[in-house]
């Protein structure tokens, strides 16, 4: 009995993400640009792709990864690996060399093979940019790479260093075909042609939709896109000049609004919100300025000017008290602070300041009180606040809750246009994918180099699991299938992420005894009818595990 001896080893996720890795040819590509020396003993491909998986699977640095592959090396239908092997200094040194390589082509190598494996619609593309936030000084930072710096933080983290993260996603999916690195202080609006241009060369055409936020509405950037033959459909800034007819047209009663759609409240599955559009006349250059109003936000819109006349209201009272005090005396003083405190509701609340003179004789001779005493005449001046809500202005301001602007060169009809933009939200679901489930911070990176490399394995975890994702959620839809029970305690999903097949799948292993070191039988454990379902559904042969055991049925 001493001779007998166990092993599990765990499985999970393993042959699912191996699955999708190979349909993109993940590390033949990675081979392609980054081939292995006789120099060196373990492939950048394999490093690289091995890094892919445990920012799939379960984030690590570095230095951790090695320890953490220990239990996915076990020779099952592979070639017998160390994981030792996968130090920190040999995944250092790949992502040295994956910065070196040429990753721009590298990336449209990839996009190509994800459009091609999985049939993905590329007629409308939607970008959007985030920040991906480092603690650290970071002093020293190679000049040819990107630059970590401050800028405008969209994690509320002002005081700490960023990079700008740009992102590509089809329509189709919400799949990410493509994305840029910014230095940290980038802004969004000098960036727009660039990205379209790279997104013209992948995708060999330019009559897609290109669908971004307001910062592509800018005159460079529209004419661009139009006079190549390209499609845009953004939202306009409230400060444009192109926007101040439409407010007439409110008080005159003449915008008609057509229904688009309704749909169901998130929180209360029985009340529904409703969506109109009104097209107004075309701009200058001729684009087509299509106006949306949502019952939603306009709900929204009310009540948060509400807020902010309540708010406002609070203030001026508090004010109101301290007048004529410190540094509360002058006129110039009080109207600086009530200027502050209507700053959100600018118009909506009428101001009144009341000047009270008061004449008073102030002694100005030495010594006491008497006949001979000299006076002087003083006036001395408070102030009193008041203040009253502009119902005329807050009537005017109500007109428009609800209301949004789209600007566009296509011919969809408005309903098309707004549910295209409606899509544009999904980009936030990946934004925060990368961040939460992939845990792209904290980078535990020294070299800004490297830091740019490792973003690169970022976006390509990314669209695996974005292809996961489409891919079970599509097949349900072609089914009819409403939900599955995958959730702890066999709750039910609609939408099946990533993170819920990840804890599905989270027992999956295969149990191992030996005999005197060598194998005498394999057992898979763990996997379910339902894991067999999901399988099928994402187009995973069940092979993938079964294979694995000696015995014939483990499910």
Not at 65 to 93: M, P, V
Not at 280 to 298: C, D, F, H, N, Q
Not at 303 to 329: D, I, V, W
Request: glycine content about 4%; some cysteine; charged content about 25%.
């Amino acid at each position: 009995m001493d001779n007998i001896d166990s092993k599990a080893i765990m499985l999970d996720v393993k042959p699912l993400i191996t699955h999708y890795m190979d349909q993109l040819s993940l590390n033949q590509l990675f081979e392609k640009y980054i081939p292995k020396t006789p120099q060196m003993s373990v492939a950048p491909a394999d490093a690289l792709c091995l890094m892919v998986f445990n920012i799939i699977n379960s984030p690590n640095p570095l230095y951790k990864i090695s320890e953490w592959a220990t239990d996915y090396f076990d020779g099952i239908g592979e070639k017998t690996q160390e994981a030792k092997k996968y130090n920190d200094d040999c995944l250092g040194r790949s992502l040295d060399r994956l910065y070196k390589s040429n990753r721009n082509e590298l990336m449209l190598d990839l996009a190509a093979n994800a459009i091609k494996a999985h049939q993905l619609e590329v007629n409308k593309i939607h970008n959007d940019s985030t920040t991906v936030t480092f603690k650290g000084r970071y002093e020293n930072q190679d000049p040819e790479a990107i630059q970590l710096c401050h800028g405008h933080n969209k994690d509320f983290r002002p005081d700490c260093l960023q990079l700008v993260f740009g992102l590509n996603i089809t329509d189709d999916g919400h799949i990410p075909l493509s994305f840029n690195l910014f230095d940290g202080n980038q802004t969004d609006d000098n960036t727009h042609i660039p990205n379209w241009e790279q997104l013209r060369q992948m995708l060999d055409k330019t009559d897609f939709i290109y669908v971004a936020d307001c910062k592509l509405c800018s005159e460079d950037n529209l004419d661009h896109i139009h006079q190549k033959s390209g499609y845009f459909i953004t939202v306009v800034p409230k400060n444009r000049s192109i926007l101040k007819p439409f407010s007439q047209q409110l008080a005159n009663g003449q915008v008609q609004w057509q229904p688009a759609y309704n749909v169901p409240d998130n929180r209360k599955p029985s009340m529904e919100h409703s969506f109109y559009t009104f097209e107004a006349g075309p701009t200058e250059k001729g684009y087509r300025l299509v106006w949306i109003l949502s019952t939603a936000k306009a709900e929204q819109d009310k009540k948060t000017r509400e807020r902010r006349l309540a708010n406002a209201e609070t203030s001026l009272g508090k004010l109101a008290e301290k007048l004529n005090r410190y540094k509360l005396k002058t006129r110039n003083q009080i109207e600086a602070a009530v200027a502050k405190a209507i700053k959100s509701v600018k118009g909506l609340i009428d101001i009144e300041l009341l000047e009270h003179k008061t004449p008073y004789r102030k002694k100005i001779s030495p010594g006491r009180p008497g006949p001979n005493s000299i006076y002087e005449d003083y006036t001395k001046i408070t102030y009193e606040l008041k203040w009253q809500r502009n119902q005329a202005a807050i009537d005017q301001q109500a007109l428009s809750d609800g209301t949004f602007p789209l600007i566009t060169n296509t011919e969809e009809e408005c309903t098309e246009v707004l549910c295209i933009y409606k899509q544009q939200p999904r980009l936030e679901k990946r934004f925060n994918t990368t961040k939460s489930v992939l845990e792209i911070a904290p980078v535990f990176l020294e070299k800004s180099s490297r830091i740019e490399a490792i973003t690169f394995l970022y976006f390509v975890a990314l669209m695996v699991i974005s292809l996961i994702e489409r891919a079970v959620r599509k097949q349900m839809a072609a089914e009819s299938i409403e939900d599955l029970p995958i959730l702890p305690q066999k709750m039910k999903t609609a939408a099946p992420t990533w993170n819920n097949l990840r804890y599905l799948f989270r027992n999956v292993h295969v149990s191992q005894i030996f005999i005197k070191e060598h194998l005498v039988k394999q057992t898979l454990k763990g996997l379910h009818e339902i894991h067999i379902e999901v399988l099928r559904l994402l187009g995973i042969p069940p092979s993938v595990y079964l294979n694995l055991s000696d015995e014939p049925e483990t499910y």
